[in-house]
């Protein structure tokens, strides 16, 4: 059967132009022959593939891809999948088949139904899967009451999903992924209790599962979910006793998992969700049964407790992730029974101790994560013929890496053991794989170093190289000298200055701090035992004493702003390094050291477009973070020209808009006058901006998501690149994604109110409006004639792009600066950008192509 389906793949071009003549004066008008032969001619089929293998005298029920009943007179079913069909399917053509009972035109690009496609009521498959239908799926569907299998993945399709499916009594399989409905799950799919598979992954359907779904679907074997915005619990699948395949990952389910467990489940994902609580071994139902389980993926949830025992049960077990979860802390999994394991992943499960020496049991593990844990002690060994993705990263390893392992890392997909104290020393690691993959170790042996340099080398120029080691040697040591004497005064001086603030460095705490709205206290005994980290410079012994001289007791003349993390501060650390200083005055539920290390992490990003973390503080509840100074302000207060003074949003250069090209402090002043009159420059920052989150999306493991994109978070440097601030912020200060300050300013929050990486998104495209039109999202005047009434900028601008009039968006002083064409292409992508569906909405790797696409030459 699969060899005939090719070969029919061909054979229908027997319908070419030139020779549909003949055929037709063989086909009877309004019989099923004629039918087929015209939606051939009229779909444009692809001739050039299969001139070769039809016969032009035959009847069509001869064809490969033509099904006919015992007399050979009622065509009964039709399958052409991947023929070029083209366009809509043309009426008075195969909607004219009353016996068609299969139909499968797949993986063509067929775009609308005919008006007589509905009549088809003898259908029992109906296969349009990757297709170009970019329409609302009519109510008609539920015509098609004997239908068994409908296929629709791989689509446009928009809108609801009808609830006339409630018709489809007999349907059994049912397959929508790849759309874009945009709807509730329809309460018509609870009549349809024949059904055994069902795929509505990757739309955007939202709301809560229909009522009765659970105990609805007796026969399903399969659902899928994934990829939407559904909200539901766990209890929601507990009577779904048949089921052997659940996915219902990246949705918004929440509370317990345990009652999922259920029935002969082989295939569990739950990824990406807010499912939480504990999942102890006594929570779970007796009669699970774990043999069954082959795949089981946690990761990315708030899921607390310890690991369950019961997976020691799970001897057929090939994937296991329970990454990015809320673990207590314990010891490495139980990894004796899972003898068939190719994947695991532990990473930021909180483990402690040593990694098991058991994993080596696991004879077919190709993937293992256990990076951003506590790990310590040395690598064991691990099945090294199978393995191909390894990492290690983020944690306490020691010793020397396997020397098997070395070895194996040429012919691995990716590996990673930065961050840890392992000991390297092998000649044949490249330069460039030490830089990705082992990065931040410092032992006695530098994790860096290529001893092959270190190797001594007969020369036959010993004797002259002898004497120009010597001579350089002389003048290293005079130059070493001088810098010695320069050093000591240089320290001599700021030993002076230490020792003039000795007496305030010992005042004892606590300290209390006032702002305008707000009071904050660090609760430190000694000021000058809380020390400062600054990542670059480890050897500077600040403290919290520092802080304290550097804003004058932080006091409110060197305040900033209040932002939604809290107080911003300015001031010169050790008297010379400009600095922006931001208190995290709610804290958060993290610990001292979990703080640490995140902030610690945040330190490690860079990027040309990212204000940079130099430093933080923990004094007492309070999480203090040092960013490098800004000296030209942010976007905020450019586009609007606020006035000195203003403390609207997050301002850290007040003092930068007085006319003179320098203040006293030799810092560059710039006004937005002079800077946002050309198209070209506000390109630029929205350039620089989506490559800032482009990276911290997709350059970044994990994703980092920023959660409060707006223009005051955009800062111009000295060289008046955009850069954006705050990255990664909202996980320490908020209590979690629920807490209200992670979820977006007024007017840059996505409608949705989920936080995901497309959330970010919709703040750019907000931000990319703002720059194009130079107004503000809320509470500014947007020009509405009677057809078109908008309350904020994003309603406003993507009115006018529906309308085809965005050139009225466009702020009037940047009009006559550039192409007009580029910059209502730009207002487009905004559009794109602040779509209500967060599907809908391009990913910040793909803003930044269609940016480079309209960039100023």
């Not at 990015?324 to 190719?342: A, G, M, P, S």
């Not at 020209?641 to 002043?669: A, F, Y």
Request: some cysteine.
């Amino acid at each position: 059967m699969g060899v005939a389906l090719l070969g029919s793949f061909l054979i229908l071009s027997l319908f070419l132009k030139s020779n549909l003549g003949q055929q037709q004066e063989q086909s009877i008008p309004n019989s099923d022959e004629f039918f087929v032969s015209q939606f051939f001619e009229k779909m444009g089929m692809n001739s050039s593939k299969s001139s070769h293998l039809y016969n032009l005298s035959s009847s069509v029920c001869s064809w490969e891809v033509v099904f006919c009943d015992s007399k050979q007179q009622n065509v009964i079913g039709l399958v052409a999948p991947n023929l070029g069909l083209t366009g809509p399917i043309p009426d008075n053509t195969i909607g004219k088949l009353k016996k068609l009972q299969f139909l499968d035109l797949n993986s063509n690009q067929i775009t609308d139904f005919s008006s007589d496609f509905w009549s088809l009521i003898s259908l029992k498959s109906l296969n349009l899967s990757n297709n170009k239908f970019s329409v609302n799926l009519p109510t008609n569907i539920g015509n098609f009451g004997s239908l068994e299998k409908l296929d629709l993945s791989f689509n446009n399709f928009t809108g609801d999903f009808p609830d006339s499916i409630s018709s489809l009594a007999a349907l059994q399989v049912l397959n929508l992924n790849r759309n874009r409905f945009d709807s509730v799950i329809p309460l018509g799919i609870t009549n349809c209790h024949s059904l055994t598979s069902v795929d509505l992954s990757m739309n955007s359907f939202h709301g809560s599962l229909p009522k009765g779904f659970d105990f609805s679907f007796p026969k399903l074997k399969s659902l899928n979910l994934g990829g939407n915005l559904i909200s539901g619990r766990g209890s929601d699948f507990s009577k779904m006793v048949s089921l052997n395949y659940l996915n219902i990952s990246k949705n918004l389910f929440k509370g317990s998992v345990v009652e999922i467990f259920q029935g002969p489940l082989e295939m569990i994902d739950l990824s990406s969700n807010h499912f939480d609580g504990h999942i102890s071994h006594v929570n779970f139902n007796p009669s699970f049964d774990w043999s069954h389980l082959i795949h089981l993926d946690l990761s990315d949830n708030k899921i607390s407790g310890m690991f369950f025992s019961n997976l020691s049960k799970a001897f057929n077990l090939k994937h296991l992730n329970l990454g990015k979860n809320r673990f207590l802390k314990q010891r490495f999994i139980n990894v004796d029974e899972l003898h068939t394991l190719e994947y695991l992943n532990l990473s930021k499960t909180n483990i402690i101790g040593q990694i098991s020496d058991r994993v080596s049991k696991l004879t077919h593990l190709k993937t293992l994560d256990l990076s951003n844990n506590h790990l310590v002690g040395k690598i064991p060994l691990l099945s090294f013929k199978t393995l191909i993705n390894l990492d290690l990263s983020n944690n306490n390893l020691t010793g020397d890496i396997p020397l098997k392992l070395l070895q194996k890392l040429p012919w691995m997909e990716r590996f990673n053991f930065s961050y840890n104290n392992l000991t390297l020393c092998d000649s044949d690691i490249s330069l460039e794989t030490l830089q990705s993959a082992f990065i931040g170790s410092t032992n006695s042996c530098p994790i860096a170093a290529n001893p092959i340099l270190f190797k001594k080398k007969v020369h036959e120029h010993r004797g002259l190289k002898l004497a120009l080691g010597l001579a350089v040697s002389l003048i290293c040591l005079l130059i070493g000298l001088l810098l010695f004497a320069f050093g000591y005064r240089t320290r001599t001086r700021m030993w002076d200055v230490k020792e003039s603030c000795k007496e305030e460095n010992v005042i004892s705490g606590p300290f209390s701090f006032k702002t305008d709205s707000t009071t904050w206290v660090a609760d430190v005994k000694v000021a000058s035992s809380v020390p400062v980290v600054i990542f670059e410079k480890p050897l500077l012994n600040f403290t919290f004493s520092d802080l304290l001289s550097a804003t004058s007791n932080f006091n409110q003349d060197t305040l900033l702003a209040e932002g939604r993390f809290g107080p911003v501060y300015h001031g010169f650390l050790g008297g010379a390094v400009h600095v922006a200083i931001k208190v995290l005055v709610n804290g958060s539920t993290m610990t001292d050291q979990e703080a640490a290390n995140e902030l610690e992490y945040l330190g490690r990003i860079k990027h040309p477009n990212l204000v940079p973390l130099m430093g933080y503080c923990l004094a007492g509840e309070q999480r203090i973070a040092i960013y490098d100074y800004m000296e030209n302000g942010n976007l905020h207060n450019l586009l609007y020209d606020l006035p000195l003074g203003v403390h609207v949003n997050e301002d850290w250069s007040t003092d930068t808009w007085e006319d003179q090209e320098t203040n006293e402090n030799g810092i560059r002043n710039v006004g937005s006058e002079a800077l946002l009159m050309t198209w070209r420059f506000r390109h630029m920052i929205g350039l620089g901006t989506a490559r800032s989150l482009a990276f911290l999306h997709h350059g970044c493991s994990p994703p980092i998501i920023h959660r409060d994109v707006k223009a005051s978070s955009v800062y111009l440097d000295y060289n008046l690149e955009p850069r954006l601030s705050d990255f990664g912020l909202s996980k320490i200060f908020g209590n979690g994604a629920s807490d209200d300050m992670t979820h977006g300013s007024p007017g840059y929050a996505p409608p949705d109110d989920v936080v995901t990486p497309k959330s970010d998104v919709y703040g750019f495209g907000v931000v990319l409006l703002e720059l194009i039109t130079g107004k503000k999202p809320i509470g500014d005047e947007y020009p509405n004639d009677e057809n078109r009434k908008a309350q904020d900028l994003v309603s406003w601008v993507r009115g006018l792009v529906r309308a085809n009039c965005g050139s009225q968006a466009i702020d009037p002083k940047i009009q006559a600066t550039g192409d007009e064409g580029q910059m209502v292409e730009g207002l487009k992508i905004g559009y794109l950008c602040t779509a209500d569906a967060p599907l809908k909405r391009p990913s910040m790797q793909q803003v930044v192509g269609l940016l480079k696409d309209i960039e100023p030459l």
